[in-house]
DNA sequence: TATGGGATTCGC
DNA sequence: CGAATCCCATAC
């Protein structure tokens, strides 16, 4: 079952940023079928949130994605060469969005594979921002696109609901300028799964 | 138009 | 730990 809008317009984007931990990420690149499960998110709220693009509101032709509807693909090149994607949350107007960090891969692992040029070691295929984009064939092309469409990438129902002390909740990474913000625990992983990313200071189990 | 930095990754 | 690599936002 593909995820309707529904499940991206609350305005509770911790609460979205959870529930995304086991949700079936599914991509269709010129006829190569992909799919994982998330096993990490990171919440970025603006406008409150320095570490966001849109802190303040601000809107620039790249931020202009992240004030579409709920649902909305946002992806960003980083370092002029890795495609971060992001989920667009809250009703339209409000910029929440939530970086995926991480996936386990499902389906097309060969595909994966092809993509990333490594064979070993399996997990390292896909447990970073910048490494399951590649692996999943996440591009620019795919920036403002409708998550509940299937069609190029979109998201499904996938594993039961994570309990409370399943998940792990800790800082972001990456926070060298965001000031205070920094050291908001925003961000959510699978506990004890092989394919997260960077371990970082853990703040809080099950919550 | 010119400049500086970045929600990363990989190799040394 | 440091380079790669170039887009984007900002300042001029």
Same mark, same amino acid.
């Given at each position: 079952m593909i995820l309707n809008r529904d499940f991206y317009e609350s305005i509770n984007i911790l609460e979205i940023s959870k529930s995304l931990l086991g949700k079936k990420l599914c991509t269709n690149i010129e006829g190569n079928y992909c799919s994982g499960y998330i096993v990490e998110t990171e919440a970025?709220?603006?406008? /409150?949130?320095?570490?966001?693009?849109?802190?303040?509101?601000? !809107? *620039?032709?790249? &931020?202009?994605t992240m004030f579409s509807q709920a649902g909305t693909a946002y992806v960003y090149i980083i370092y002029g060469t890795f495609h971060l994607f992001n989920i667009i949350t809250a009703p339209?107007?409000?910029?929440?969005? %939530? !970086?995926? =960090?991480?996936?386990?891969? #499902?389906?097309? $692992?060969?595909?994966?594979?092809? =993509?990333?040029?490594i064979m070993s070691p399996a997990h390292k295929l896909t447990n970073g921002p910048g490494k399951f984009s590649i692996a999943m064939g996440i591009n620019k092309n795919l920036n403002? &696109?409708? !998550? *509940?469409?299937?069609? +190029?990438?979109?998201? /499904? /129902? +996938? !594993?039961?609901?994570?309990?409370a002390d399943e %998940? $792990? #909740?800790?800082? =972001? $990474? +990456?926070?060298? *300028?965001a000031g205070e913000s920094s050291n908001w625990p925003f961000r959510f992983r699978i506990k004890d799964n092989q394919w997260t990313s960077k371990p970082d200071k853990v703040w809080y189990e099950g919550f």
């Open positions: 970025y709220k603006a406008p /409150e949130d320095k570490a966001s693009h849109a802190y303040m509101n601000k !809107l *620039t032709p790249r &931020t202009a339209e107007g409000i910029p929440h969005c %939530i !970086l995926i =960090r991480a996936v386990q891969p #499902i389906e097309g $692992v060969d595909i994966m594979i092809g =993509r990333r040029g403002g &696109t409708d !998550l *509940t469409i299937p069609d +190029g990438i979109w998201l /499904e /129902e +996938g !594993l039961p609901q994570c309990k %998940i $792990v #909740i800790g800082p =972001r $990474v +990456g926070m060298s *300028t």
